[in-house]
């Protein structure tokens, strides 16, 4: 019984070590974006997230902006932020909140508003409730 309960202990220990290697390298290694054939880098998000939505906004004295809304930031913090690029000047610009935190939401352009619906505030909504928000970007 000794012996098992010693090779049981021993492979706990192995499989936390190469868990914590993994872990190690994830966080000291940061992925960068490259430049690829067909593609060209613009400026990074002021916040790196993810789980997000994004639209296309129209407007006839500006041009056309890309709106990015929502999403999870760092480890599961889920975010209100909204960010606009302006593809004439190469900047993002704050936008602003949403009513409430979402993430996995979809949206849409429609008579000149971005609305948003669906989505969670949280991340252990259960069962993700569908919401609906409108605000003017015009």
């Known amino acids: 019984m ?4 010693r090779g049981f202990a021993l492979a706990v220990a192995a499989l936390l070590m190469v868990m914590g290697g993994a872990l190690g390298w994830l966080v000291m290694t940061t992925p960068e974006a490259r430049d690829r ?8 998000l002021p916040l790196p997230f993810g ?3 994004t639209v296309v906004v129209p407007n006839d004295e500006i041009g056309e902006r890309l709106v990015v809304l929502s999403g999870i930031a760092g480890l599961g913090r889920v975010v209100d932020d909204v960010y606009m690029f302006d593809s004439r000047i190469r900047t993002w610009e704050r ?7 979402r993430h996995h939401a979809a ?3 429609l008579d000149g508003a971005v609305v948003i619906s669906g989505g969670a ?5 259960r069962p993700w409730q569908g919401l609906y928000s409108k605000s003017l970007f015009a």
């Not at 000794?2 to 309960?5: G, K, L």
């Not at 054939?37 to 990074?44: A, D, K, V």
């Not at 936008?95 to 935190?101: D, I, S, V, Y």
């Not at 505030?121 to 909504?125: I, M, Q």
Request: aromatic fraction near 6%.
């Open 121 to 125: 505030e949280t991340l252990d909504s």
């Open 37 to 44: 054939e067909g593609w060209i880098l613009g400026p990074s």
């Open 107 to 109: 949206a849409a352009v």
């Open 2 to 5: 000794t012996c098992w309960i």
């Open 95 to 101: 936008g602003p909140n949403l009513p409430a935190p």
């Open 51 to 53: 789980e997000l939505t």
